[in-house]
């Protein structure tokens, strides 16, 4: 398995997609039970980033789950990060999206993807 970090060092990682508030995203994060090791996925909307996408930068995701909000930080470069699957990018005008804790999701709108050729 080739490693995704530019050195071990730095355990800085190449892999990352470009996060900006208002992307929905999946993030799959590892899970170690035991034993065993798997994969739990955490998808919802990124609110936030913090200090860059450096060793120090960290992201806020968001969900809805059975009606209660759930949010979560996580540091760009954790090693329990398997993958960061961006799926859908909405338009936003502000850098911190904290007004959708007050439930204003319908003010967003879904910005239209090229299609690749």
């Known amino acids: ?3 995704v970090y530019k050195s071990a060092k730095t355990k ?3 892999d990352l997609p470009a996060l900006r508030p208002g992307m929905v ?3 799959h994060q590892k899970i170690k039970e035991g034993e065993k090791e798997r994969i739990q996925i955490f998808e919802g909307m990124v609110l936030d980033v ?3 996408q450096g060793l120090h930068g960290t992201f806020t995701v968001r969900k809805i789950s059975e009606g209660v909000g759930v949010e ?3 540091p760009f470069h954790a090693p329990t990060i398997a993958k960061i699957e961006p799926v859908k990018q909405f338009k936003v005008r502000q850098a911190s999206l904290g007004y ?3 439930g204003y999701q319908k003010r967003l709108k879904e910005v239209k993807q090229a299609k690749k050729v």
């Open 50 to 52: 913090r200090h860059g």
């Open 25 to 27: 995203v999946k993030v």
């Open 12 to 14: 800085e990682r190449t």
């Open 100 to 102: 959708l804790r007050q």
């Open 1 to 3: 398995m080739e490693s």
């Open 72 to 74: 979560r930080i996580f």
